[in-house]
């Protein structure tokens, strides 16, 4: 999930008004079937500002409110599930070039749809981890738009690591992308719930996108599932080596959101972003390890 999630304190979600006593009376039915519907709005119009905010696909539909926008971190799982998917065709279809030289267009293609997102969130989070000492220091890092060397090593590791893995895989990365691209996405959403953000209130670009509370996780949870039970079901990925994957970005998410708590109180957007490309390493590499 990625770098310009940067946030100050989480807001308090905006109230909802109230309809006048005699608007009610006069017609409870249309206002009862208004309730009903205003949930499942938001939510699939989460949908939409998912791929909008989390991706360069011109997919339209702004402006999105606080309500749609507090709903985008629950997809992105589904938005990793789509690039995967065509990421992973798109490697197929560069194999005759060779292993590595498709798997590096490949990842630049994923960074071309992503805005190279979480890539600037792990040059960020290197910066500020590898250079502040203190939570100060840490934070006026993450400000800093200039990449230092800790941020350039960690994208070069970043892209040589998932390359390298990429082109282990062979055709075997049409389905395996998908899942990856998809489950490393759900951890972040998780510390967004559980950790609080610590970025100053002025830094915060995108504080209405980082509302994610308890539904917002499950929902990114459930779409790895559903990822998970298909690809399973259709034996393209063995179990165990799917609940291997899953457990190995499920360790990186902790260790990462332990680290964040301890370094400066709790994470920002740009550490979400280092979190999510971790873990596309770790799944990536539990794909590849030979058998």
């Known amino acids: 999930m990625t770098a310009p999630l940067a946030t100050g304190d989480r807001p308090t979600a905006p109230s909802t008004p109230v309809a006048r006593p005699e608007v009610q009376a006069a017609s409870p039915s249309h206002d009862a079937s208004d309730h009903r519907s205003r949930p499942a709005f938001p939510f699939l119009r989460g949908v939409r500002a998912a791929f909008a905010f989390f991706t360069r696909i011109p997919v339209g539909g702004f402006p999105y ?165 298909w690809v399973i079901a259709q034996n393209w990925i063995p179990a165990s080596r799917a609940a291997l994957a899953a457990i190995a970005v499920a360790v990186i998410t902790a260790f990462t959101g332990w680290r964040y708590h301890r370094r400066v109180g709790g994470i920002t957007g740009d550490f979400l972003g280092a979190t999510e490309q971790l873990g596309e390493v770790a799944a990536l590499a539990v794909f590849a390890w030979p058998t």
């Open 65 to 229: 409110d606080d309500r749609a926008l507090a709903w985008a971190p629950a997809h992105a799982p589904l938005v990793g599930a789509v690039l995967g998917a065509l990421l992973g065709w798109l490697h197929v279809c560069l194999l005759p070039l060779g292993a590595f030289p498709a798997a590096t267009l490949v990842i630049g293609a994923s960074m071309l749809f992503t805005g190279a997102l979480h890539e600037d969130g792990l040059a960020d989070t290197s910066d500020a981890l590898g250079g502040g000492h203190d939570k100060p220091k840490v934070l006026a890092i993450l400000k800093d738009s200039r990449v230092g060397s800790f941020g350039a090593a960690a994208i070069a590791v970043s892209v040589l690591a998932r390359a390298s893995l990429l082109g282990q895989l062979g055709q075997a990365a049409v389905v395996v992308l998908p899942w990856a691209w998809c489950t490393a996405r759900a951890g972040p959403v998780w510390l967004m719930v559980v950790l609080p953000y610590v970025t100053p209130g002025i830094a915060a670009k995108s504080e209405r996108i980082v509302r994610a509370r308890s539904g917002q996780a499950l929902v990114a949870s459930t779409w790895v599932v559903v990822v998970s039970a």
